[in-house]
């Protein structure tokens, strides 16, 4: 068990310093000069120079990129060469939105699709679980930036009761990030509930299908009893699995939510610091969501062990 | 349908809870948020370039000697009054007295030789070299500023209006980016980068207090975000509406105000005249008698724009009306091109990928098609990619941009600008006008509109129109847009 663990986790920090030099090298190649960028088209020889002695971009690449990741590694990413901020504290802030969003989304998504795919399941013959498969069918085909659109056109423009967009920290007024918190998390959560009942839907089929459900039922348990008592935990492991699948397209969904609903989180704050070639706040981001990619992976492969003892062995 | 109704339950179900606690609750009446779609990305003008930092706080944070009003005229700020000498080489400002900066130092003429003279040794933006002109600044008193150009110069008092003219104090340009400190009567509170900038009223300010004692500006990326936020009630006004087609939504919603006016962008239909077939001004004028200017505007500003004849709004002193001088003539076109041995055109517009542009882009080139001009349009990455291929590299036949500075036409004279224009009686006039009388000046700029039209040095599609929705209670915005600042002074409520 603990090997296993040790296992992941090296696999995991491999990953991981592998990522930091495919994403070092991917903004070191990339055509343009960061200090004539931030400069601006008129600007002369002797001041790029001087610009780039302070990025540090005139140093040869190994030197800097030791330097930017032991930066990183004690929580200095450098100082944005457009907005002249340190990196560190704005990614941080701006993960923290991100990660309310992706996380509520994924609440949202999961209240809905685990009792509605469950029933789904059980009810596979009957009208009421074809409607249910229908309705997630559709709602897979609708993106999360055009949910987020026709919730501010009803909810915000139509009867003003949310608003249609911005950020109110919840240490700040607790009320005022709730409602600012409802429309986006929506959004992301109910295209990705869709999405995930209908593997809910196909997980629980699969186990209802199992020989030990039969004998459960055998026993005198009627089919939603059995499933509940002994199915689930079985049915939980493809579904962990497509989970932590979704939160990585969820944290692609959560870059667009984030345009439509004005919210300052890591998403649009990539998209931001493309626009101004800011390469080093870019190198900064992506590399927190790879690792974050990475880290989810490595906490699924986690799960599974505590979801299935026979999974321990391996 | 299933679909709708269940998404629409579980919906209701999720925001019963706060119907209670609407948005629209009665805000602070002495507050008002303005939506903007450019963030700025700090807040020193002095070394990053772009809009959005003076629009922010140009004659609200900071304040010059000198600014332009709402009808495009130089009036008194931190100067009562000034006088220029004979030569017209030397300036006297009167400063005001008992003017104070937000950190608490008083504002004397020798914050005015520190600001000049600092526009020259720490500005890094392409904007500084407005102030080469400037031979020195001599403090004659507390109250008294002389500053001596090395030439007579008009442009150089126009351009105090701008950023270069601002007033910084030498004790509060530590942290310009931070913690900008003026002498105006907002002071910068905080910021939320992604969000909003804060400004509260200064309460030291030495002339009339603001009626709103905190303003929010809020960034928008997203043109449809920003409506939206108005129409949800989430701000009073909208800066500047940058998809004309979105207007008629807040023109019949009586909550609402739309002003509409002009601005000094010129959205140009830009030739290559140092190139091959573009050098050729019977091909340029060719190209101007084959634009139908007045569809392009329709099509590509709902026909809000103003229609311009030259590179003059009609906010400048020596505004004339020159839309008459290329009607819309297809034939003409046809026989020109025939005359220039050019009858099978092709040609590449280059345009930046932002909505006016490109649409614009789409009707001149069917109606180029119409005369036998075949068009090939390519959108680019606009800035980054636009700036370096067609802006500094010179590599196009034609392009579509805005051209957002006041005054631009100067542009003119200057060959080694991206369009290429070389005429040697333009620039004698350009520096004749900068230096003479402000009637000679006036004179002299009409003649050089009237020969860059006549040249077809460009194609003028149409002005941008300045679009400002807001909420009915906000007075005293200015419906059109003449300086660089997006001035909350005078800013009222009913």
Redesign the interface.
Known sequence: MILAIARRAAIFVVSGAVASVAVFLFMAVLP?DPAQ?A?????TPE?IARTRAEFGTDRPLATQYFDWIGGVLTGDFGRSY????LIGP?LA??LGVTLWLVGTAMVIALV?AVPLGSFAAVRHRKLSGT?IS??SQ??VAVPAFLAG?L???????QW????????TPPDQDF?GF??GL?LPA?ALG?VQGAVLTRYVRSAVLDTLREDYLRTARAKGLRPGQALVRHGLRNAAVPVVTVLGLQLTTLLIGAVVVE???????LG??L??SVA??DLLTVQGIVLVLVIAALLVNFLVDLLYTVIDPRLRRS | M??AT??FA??AA??AC??G????VPADPDAISIGFTA?P??L?FTR??GAAIPQALLYNVYEGLVKLDAGGKIVPLLAREWTVSGDRRTYDFQLREGVKFGNGQPFTAADVKFSIDRVKTEW???LKSKMDVVERVDVVGPAHARVVLKRPSNNWLFDMTTRVGAMFSPSGVADL??NPVGTGPYAFATR????SIVLRANPSYWGRKPTYTTVYL?????P??LN??L????IDVISAITTPDSIGQFETDTRFTVLQGTTNSEVTLSFNNAKVPLNDKRVRQALMYAIDRKAVMATAAAGRGTLIGSMVPPTDPWYEDLTRVYPHDPGRAKALLAEAGQPNLRLRLRVANLPYAVSSAQVVASQLADVGVNVSIEPLDFP?VW?KQV??DHDFDMSIIQHVEARDIVTFGNPKYYWGYDNPKVKSLLAGADTGTPEQQVAAMREVARTIADDAAAGWLFLFPNLIAAKTKVTGLSGNLVSESFDLTGLGRR
């Open positions: 343009g960028v400069l601006g088209i008129n600007a001041l457009v907005t002249r901020d704005q802030d701006r809905i409607v229908g309705v559709l709602g659109i919730l501010v056109q009803v909810f915000a423009v003003r009761l949310l608003p249609s967009g911005g950020w009320g709730l409602r409802t929506l109910l345009r439509v609903f004005v919210l300052p989180g649009s704050m998209l931001d101004a070639r | 299933f679909g269940l998404v579980l919906l999720v925001t706060s119907a606690s609407s948005v629209s963030e990305a700090n020193d990053t370039d890094t933006i392409s980016a931070g939320k980068r992604g969000d809020k960034y928008y990326k997203d449809t975000a939206n936020a129409l949800s009630n989430g980054a700036l802006f500094t």
